[in-house]
């Protein structure tokens, strides 16, 4: 994995299924919920496979130093939070907030093998600016549960980092807690804020309104819940692990959304965990987000408004400024000067993580990409693949592989093919994957961003054969490497 680019906030939000309950194989199972080290090992790796700076668990065994009870402290070194810190090392900061469980009401973890009280966690990469704030948000007279809300800014960051953890059920209590995390948070949304963990409902849900209503939500179509109880035929899966920020007016913060799968427990609850292990360390999923100041998809110009590219007769580069109303003013400037003639030119993305769209353009043979200096003219290129037939032609539909930078597809010799943009000092492709068998050459493509609004870039395509107009849909799968099986787009759906 490479280092984030500058300004750019990696975070991880994770329900660890962390206090000690039923054996495998009886309801209310979950993975490993007896052994601490195996959870606080898995949540740094995933600091380490990520690079992280920000980390939201909830159901998580800690501790508040501040606390003076003796007995408690004892036990401290039990907890999931001490485990962590040990595997993080130094320049971590870290902040607990202690609720308790449905079944006694108490808020100490129970076993031999944990320490400290149940609730949620925030750690940061870094030192916190300001207290700490621990926010009860079940309102006392619904209900007798704690389930607060720890929140804290971070020196050098803009936003203020929260972790929060809703009721399951109960939709008049969930909506009472929504309603005092936006009170909470109302001088802090227009500043900054995000806000990870387990809402348990899906993010469309009336009971979250008060706090989706004023955020956007880090889109993502992967569940990030299952259990496969031993009676049932098939798993019961939900989705309902979000991270949420500051909704701005110039453009989404979330360059990436994946849910992690590989550390949730898809197996069948039956037998043992010697006789038939878990598959993973949670029966929840991990949501990972890359936020930065991501620029306007087709704003060349640094002003929030998309704008056009065109070439004209004479082989140069105009670019013509979006007026913001779905049309562009006659006048244009040129920034390219010659040489552009049969080129194939798209833009969408930020290719070198400086906040500005570049350019990816075919000339002749050659794959490049031009870097935007923010007001809409180009420094020289940087040639990124050779060899290209001169008649392939290429759009930018965004960040396919989900992995926080934008890819691009070409179509020539009747296929189509990826070519996965690569993180680095600068730009680069990885080997071209296929994507489209056939039937390509008939196809003129463009890139509508996420149509179907699940999280992950489309294609269209006008065949010029008969002009019936194709939504592709980008694939389901996940993955930061780009293959066959999962970075495939599959026709859905005609467009009338």
Excluded at 40 to 65: I, K, R
Excluded at 382 to 403: C, E, I, N
Excluded at 480 to 487: G, I, L, N, Q, V
Aim: glycine residues 12%.
């Amino acid at each position: 994995m490479t280092p984030p680019y500058p300004g750019e906030t990696r975070v991880i939000t994770w329900n660890i299924c962390g206090e000690a309950g039923s054996p495998r194989g009886t309801a209310g199972y979950c993975a490993f919920r007896n052994e601490p080290d195996r959870k606080a090992e898995q949540v740094a790796q995933l600091v380490t496979e990520h690079q992280a700076n920000v980390v939201m668990l909830q159901e998580v065994c800690g501790y508040d130093e501040a606390t003076p009870d003796t007995e408690r402290r004892a036990n401290w070194r039990k907890s999931h939070m001490a485990l962590l810190k040990e595997r993080l090392g130094a320049g971590w900061s870290f902040a607990h907030a202690p609720g308790n469980r449905e079944s006694d009401l108490d808020s100490r973890c129970r076993g031999e093998a944990l320490g400290g009280d149940l609730g949620v966690l925030l750690a940061v990469k870094g030192t916190f600016d300001g207290p700490v704030e621990r926010v009860e948000t079940v309102p006392a007279d619904l209900s007798p549960r704690k389930l607060p809300m720890v929140c804290a800014r971070i020196t050098g960051l803009p936003d203020k980092f929260c972790s929060v953890h809703l009721i399951p059920g109960e939709s008049a209590i969930a909506k009472r807690q929504s309603q005092a995390i936006a009170a909470h948070l109302q001088d802090d949304i227009p500043v900054g804020v995000v806000i990870g963990g387990d809402f348990n409902r899906n993010a469309a849900s009336a009971d979250l309104a008060p706090v989706t209503s004023k955020l956007d939500r880090c889109l993502n179509g992967d569940h990030t819940y299952q259990y496969w109880a031993s009676t049932a035929a098939a798993p019961s899966r939900h989705w309902l692990d979000h991270l949420f920020t500051t909704r701005r007016a110039d453009g989404p913060r979330f360059v990436a959304c994946t849910v992690d799968q590989s550390r949730m427990d898809r197996t069948r609850n039956t037998g043992t965990e010697a006789t038939d292990p878990p598959n993973g360390y949670s029966d929840h999923a991990p949501v990972i987000a890359y936020l930065r100041d991501a620029p306007v998809p087709g704003d060349m110009t640094g002003d929030g408004k998309p704008d056009l590219l065109a070439v004209d007769d004479l082989g140069k580069l105009r670019l013509y400024h979006g007026a913001g109303t779905g049309g562009v003013p006659g006048a244009h400037d040129i920034i390219g000067t010659g040489g552009w003639r049969n080129a194939s030119v798209t833009h969408r993305g930020d290719w070198t993580g400086d906040g500005a769209e570049d350019v990816v353009a075919r000339v002749g043979g050659d794959l490049r990409v031009y870097a935007n200096r923010g007001d809409g003219s180009l420094a020289a290129p940087v040639t990124v693949a050779v060899g290209l037939p001169t008649d392939a032609r290429v759009v930018s539909p965004g960040d396919v592989t989900r992995d926080g930078h934008p890819d691009t597809v070409l179509s020539y010799g009747d296929k189509l093919w990826l070519y996965a943009g690569v993180r680095g000092a600068v730009p680069a492709v990885a080997a071209p994957v296929l994507i489209g068998n056939s039937g390509w050459d008939v196809m003129t493509l463009t890139a509508p961003g996420d149509a179907d609004r699940d999280g992950r870039p489309d294609l269209l395509a006008r065949n010029t054969a008969n002009g019936d107009l194709w939504l592709y849909r980008g694939a389901t799968a996940e993955a930061s490497t780009p293959a066959p099986s999962t970075a495939t787009v599959t026709a859905s759906s005609t467009v009338p």
